[in-house]
């Protein structure tokens, strides 16, 4: 790694997890909008193909001429090869299945505790860090032995939780890193239908990542906006966008009022024979629950200050 005149060259990153659809293409598009660094990405996966698409995509962005960033995209079949006098280390995996995924959001729905973020935090991000942990265990001790020095930059979920076994049980240089802070201010503001703030904006954020409270937040003139800015009848919340806690199926946990039930269909009634007792149809099935995780489409709830 060379830095001169502002600019860094020759960086040399380790991306673990390089065969990935998602975040693996987020990266290289990012890299190749800056023009102050540059350098060798090797792409390590245990699915060795998913890396070489990703280099010959890495590599045509390179190609192109409106991409300033310029990197080199190589694919590893052992992560050794990969590690090997690396400045960075990026790693973005799922370990286990999306089927173990989803059981860590549904499974505490049955006790009733729903989860906005069920890979991060709660229940579902504790079972997840459970599955996940071993697996960046190897990769710390594969890092103290090839290369100690390296940076290591989790984009894996629970990324607090992750990051945090990382910082205390192993001597590996650790940084955790989500998109979710930056976004979040953006969000609420469009949410609420003030895009007129959304340049020049300040705001502080606290918290951990998908856990974060939006503390203070300013804009381009650094006028701080209040919470009967963002919460008076001049904004409201746009349509399908809703806060709602659907615990025990209970609609007065609406915010700002119940939203209408639905219509159900008529059903002509047979006239009662009075010498006839009336029996449980056995074929007949249990009701199920109705599913009241979201309102209706097109109701709008006022967002006011509390």
């Not at 269909?265 to 056995?282: K, R, W």
Request: with cysteine; hydrophobic share 35%; net charge negative.
């Amino acid at each position: 790694m060379k830095y001169e005149d502002n600019k860094v060259t020759d960086i040399r990153i380790a991306y673990i997890g390089g065969g990935s659809r998602g975040w693996a293409w987020s990266f290289m598009t990012d890299l190749s909008m800056e023009a102050s660094i540059s350098g060798t990405i090797r792409l390590y996966d245990i699915d060795e193909a998913a890396a070489k698409n990703n280099e010959i995509i890495g590599n045509h962005l390179n190609q192109r001429p409106d991409t300033m960033g310029k990197w080199n995209y190589v694919t590893c079949k052992t992560l050794e090869e990969a590690l090997t006098g690396c400045d960075f280390v990026v790693i973005s995996i799922l370990p286990g299945t999306f089927d173990e995924m989803s059981s860590d959001v549904h499974l505490p729905e049955r006790l009733g505790i729903y989860q906005s973020v069920g890979d991060t935090a709660g229940p579902g991000g504790m079972i997840r860090a459970l599955r996940t942990i071993p697996v960046m265990a190897d990769f710390a001790r594969d890092m103290e032995e090839v290369c100690p020095d390296a940076w290591f930059l989790n984009y894996t979920n629970p990324m607090a939780m992750l990051s945090g076994y990382m910082q205390r049980y192993t001597n590996v240089k650790t940084v955790g890193l989500c998109h979710s802070v930056q976004v979040c201010s953006e969000g609420l503001l469009k949410g609420l239908g003030m895009e007129d703030k959304l340049e020049g904006r300040k705001e502080l954020i606290a918290g951990i990542n998908h856990m974060a409270w939006l503390l203070e937040i300013y804009d381009k003139d650094g006028n701080e906006l209040e919470k009967q800015d963002m919460g008076g009848s001049k904004y409201k919340m746009r349509p399908n966008t809703y806060f709602y806690n659907p615990a025990d199926g209970d609609p007065s946990t609406w915010v700002n009022g119940k939203p209408p039930a639905p219509e159900q269909p008529s059903t002509p009634e047979a006239p009662a024979n009075p010498d006839t007792p009336e029996a449980p149809d056995p074929a007949t099935p249990e009701p199920e629950e109705p599913d009241v995780t979201v309102p209706p489409p097109g109701v709008e709830l006022d967002l006011n200050p509390i």
